[in-house]
């Protein structure tokens, strides 16, 4: 079973950048991983994707501000998070398949 655990997060002023990490425990070269996120009172939301063949897919609120990448290498995925905003506040969180989670990692965006 895989183990996922993000790490990256913490606070930082609107329009800066943070990078987050979704290490896995073993192989997800041929799983799909997604980030997602849960904001104070709201709904777990879609952040990113990316397929085992490296084709990504965003949420229309991060596309040209969020870059998602893996290193199959290093089990490893990444989500680049640039021009920040408040309401990119939340807890962020990895998942392979839709199956295995991480335990999230906070991100708070504040001046």
């Known amino acids: 079973q895989v183990q996922l655990v993000e790490s990256g997060g913490g606070l930082v002023q609107p329009g800066g950048s943070l990078t987050l990490s979704c290490a896995a425990s073993?192989?997800?070269?041929?799983?799909?991983v997604t980030w997602y996120r849960r904001a104070p009172g709201k709904q777990r939301e879609f952040v990113a994707q990316?397929?085992?063949?490296?084709?990504?897919s965003y949420d229309f609120s991060v596309k040209g501000r969020f870059t998602i990448s893996r290193d199959n290498a290093k089990n490893t995925v990444y989500l680049q998070m640039n021009n920040l905003k408040a309401e990119d506040t939340a807890v962020y969180y990895c998942?392979?398949?839709?199956?295995?989670w991480g335990q999230g990692t906070q991100v708070t965006v504040s001046s």
């Open positions: 990316i397929l085992a063949n490296g084709e990504v």
């Open positions: 073993g192989s997800i070269s041929r799983m799909f």
């Open positions: 998942t392979s398949d839709n199956v295995h």
